[in-house]
């Protein structure tokens, strides 16, 4: 499927209205680098928690306006512990839930950017616009290489004025957050395996073409946030 893979999965109105939001809140926005060293996790305040909901909802709405696709993400109540750790020497701070690793605030000295983790945009797939990703592509990717736009399902047929957007679902730009899926993954299809951020705006991509990095990856399945590599030593820390 060429564009947004979440319309593979969700109705045609449904995914109109997430993208009308997403153009709405469309900034261009400088290059993260998110180191992936977690330092010690201390535990979060009810308080903070309520915040931390509020402002999650706010920079996803109208996608986590409901409760239970928030709780999702970042569940209510002190049945469900919130713990928080800096990532390496940087103001970056990972949330985690239960000892898993569900979001990112990614400091921009001005303000923070959220970011899903890979399992807190496997646990709300519909926040962010995903691309579909050839399957070969997909394991260099989760060897820790960015994503070239030759990647993008559809990106042999990308011609014509304009083919960013068609490519990439919608125009974008620098540092826009976006999920990768693998395509023809059955009916794991809708599942992301890394969340990034767009390397460079539609305008830029039409110029460069095909060359270059299309998507920095900030989080992908099996690295240090990644449940089975980081689970044990949080739940520890975080139930203290």
């Not at 709405?61 to 928030?70: K, R």
């Amino acid at each position: 499927m060429i564009g947004d893979a979440r319309g593979s999965w969700l109705p045609a109105d449904a995914l109109a209205l997430l993208q009308a939001a997403d153009a709405q809140r469309r900034r261009p926005a400088d290059a993260l680098s998110i180191p992936l060293d977690v330092g010690k996790l201390t535990l979060v305040k009810e308080s903070e928690k309520r915040k931390l909901r509020a402002d999650l909802r706010a920079a996803f709405s109208p996608a986590l306006d409901a409760d239970d696709a928030l709780d999702a993400l970042v569940p209510c109540g002190k049945a469900f512990p919130l713990a928080r750790a800096r990532l390496g020497a940087t103001r970056h701070e990972v949330f985690c839930v239960a000892g898993e690793a569900v979001l990112i605030a990614a400091d921009r000295k001005t303000h923070k950017t959220l970011v899903p983790t890979v399992l807190g945009a496997q646990r709300c797939p519909h926040v962010l616009r995903q691309l579909a990703i050839h399957a070969p592509v997909r394991t260099n990717v989760l060897r820790g290489a960015d994503l070239f736009a030759g990647g993008v399902v559809g990106a042999q047929a990308a011609e014509g004025n304009g083919w960013p957007a068609r490519l990439f679902g919608g125009p974008f730009e620098r540092g826009e957050l976006v999920a990768l899926v693998s395509h023809g993954d059955g009916a794991n299809g809708w599942a992301p395996y890394a969340v990034g951020h767009f390397a460079r705006s539609s305008g830029d991509t039409e110029e460069a073409g095909l060359r270059g990095v299309a998507v920095a990856v900030l989080s992908r399945v099996g690295d240090a946030l990644w449940p089975e590599r980081f689970g044990d030593d949080a739940s520890a820390d975080a139930a203290m």
